[in-house]
């Protein structure tokens, strides 16, 4: 059995507290980072690398092939490979797509997924179900962490659900905006194979000056 610790958090692309970001990241300590809005313009190689060294992980895939979809991961953690995919552009709107890293940790291989869902209602369960798509083609385990952008029960959110569990449980803590929390719109989903061991939602006083979302915290457990 192998535990890992996975964080994903929505940084707000960078413009609050950078200091007290990068110390709540070490003081969670992940194992692996599933980041939405990382940097994904000029010099987002750079970028990347540097925020990685800030929160003492190193870069595992995502980036700007992945339109700001970040993960990152530890030493402990042996990145075998990566990929991304784009969500087709509607016109007038943000393009969008997906970081994926297969990770090994001793003798267990997973797979994690970041992405970042439309603000739009229509364009969201298109993706979502292209991202559903890409989740039932790895035969590993997977792991999913993102910001959907709609509330649990939204039609996005049940589709990338089927299959996958909600590693929140019955625990409705809200997620976003820090000023005033009033919605949960940042989840991770765990393949079956993976046992949840503790979820949390971050909610200190750096978390409120680092970002306009809560980091989300889930301790697996991985055959």
């Known amino acids: 059995m192998t535990k890992v ?52 992980l190193v870069v595992g895939g995502g980036g700007l092939p992945s339109l700001g979809n970040l993960i990152l991961t530890n030493l402990r953690v042996r990145t075998v490979e990566n990929w991304n995919v784009r969500y087709p552009l509607t016109p007038g709107r943000h393009m969008r797509g997906a970081a994926f890293v297969r990770c090994r940790i001793g003798r267990s291989t997973f797979v994690a997924v970041g992405s970042h869902l439309s603000t739009d209602a229509n364009e969201r369960p298109h993706q979502a179900a292209l991202l559903k798509k890409y989740l039932d083609e790895v035969a590993e385990p997977v ?24 590693t929140a449980g019955d625990d409705e803590r809200h997620t976003f905006p820090c000023t005033a929390p009033r919605d949960r719109i940042d989840a991770v989903f765990a393949d079956p194979r993976i046992r949840v061991l503790q979820y949390d939602v971050v909610d200190t006083a750096q978390a409120h000056a680092a970002s306009d979302h809560f980091p989300v915290v889930v301790d697996l457990e991985i055959d």
């Open 143 to 166: 792991v999913f962490g993102g910001d959907l952008n709609e509330n649990s029960g939204g039609a996005a959110w049940r589709m990338l659900a089927d299959g996958l569990a909600d």
């Open 5 to 56: 610790r996975v964080l994903s958090y929505n940084l707000h692309s960078l413009r609050d507290d950078r200091r007290a970001l990068a110390s709540i990241v070490r003081e969670i300590a992940p194992d692996v980072a599933i980041l939405q809005e990382a940097p994904r313009r000029f010099r987002w190689r750079q970028k990347s690398a540097d925020l990685a060294r800030d929160f003492d």
